[in-house]
């Protein structure tokens, strides 16, 4: 079954506009939910995390993200794009009813950012 | 630093071949992941261990097994390699508790082709 969906597979945006990737998850409790960027030829790295604490939560690199119940939905997003924010974007889960950590993925957001 | 690593960043493997994929993490992670990554699927998890010797499959297990002897040391088989096993192998940890926990730290990756 699948528990976080990302709509979108591509995004494009002009350098200095708005930036939103789409999330949205499946879960009949609160989730931890995360956003990972891919660089080309890297590894995956945390760009930010919702663990509960606070709705609206900052990131690396000038990324946020609101965490919104009622909609099931954990949106990516910057002000400004820059040419170096073309990468891929993951997000997610673990699922509220797990507690060992079981991580799930959405199918990725690739970015690109023209000049 | 934390650091997640993977024995390979590229295999060569021929049809029906037996291939271990190590994966070490030097964090005392109590989590520790197996992901494919495929262009338009995402990461998909073929088996997690919450535990020395503890596992659980993911999304995608079959053809594949794994190995957790020890905490920092997490192993993938692939039984008898076949040519759709040719992705992206992705190796994560990650902890529950502590600072840095919930957030999963990744390998490198190893690219695997199976001719």
């Known amino acids: 079954a699948q528990s976080v969906t990302q709509l979108g597979s591509h995004v494009s945006v002009s350098e200095g506009a708005l930036v939103l990737l789409r999330c949205n998850y499946s879960?009949?409790?609160?989730?931890?939910l995360f956003w990972y960027v891919q660089y080309p030829n890297q590894g995956l790295q945390l760009l930010l995390k919702y663990t509960s604490a606070a709705t609206l939560v900052k990131g690396i690199n000038g990324f946020e993200a609101e965490f919104k119940k009622s909609e099931t939905s954990f949106h990516l997003t910057k002000p400004s794009a820059h040419m170096s924010d073309a990468a891929e974007y993951f997000c997610?889960?673990?699922?509220?009813?797990?507690?060992?950590?079981?991580?799930?993925f959405g199918q990725g957001t690739t970015l690109q950012v023209k000049p | 630093d934390v650091k997640v690593t993977q024995s390979s960043r590229y295999l060569v493997k021929r049809t029906g071949e037996k291939v271990f994929l190590e994966c070490v993490q030097d964090m005392d992670h109590e989590n520790m992941f197996w992901y494919r990554q495929d262009p338009g699927l995402g990461l998909r998890l073929i088996y997690f261990?919450?535990?020395?010797?503890?596992?659980e499959k993911g999304d995608i297990p079959e053809g594949y097994s794994v190995s957790r002897e020890k905490k920092e040391r997490f192993s993938l088989i692939l039984e008898s390699a076949s040519t759709n096993q040719t992705s992206m192998y992705l190796c994560?940890?990650?902890?529950?508790?502590?600072?840095?926990?919930?957030?999963?730290?990744f390998g490198q990756g190893t690219r695997l082709t199976v001719v």
């Open positions: 879960s009949s409790v609160p989730p931890y």
């Open positions: 261990s919450y535990d020395v010797k503890m596992k």
């Open positions: 994560a940890s990650s902890s529950l508790s502590g600072p840095q926990g919930t957030e999963a730290f």
């Open positions: 997610a889960v673990i699922l509220g009813s797990s507690n060992t950590g079981k991580l799930i």
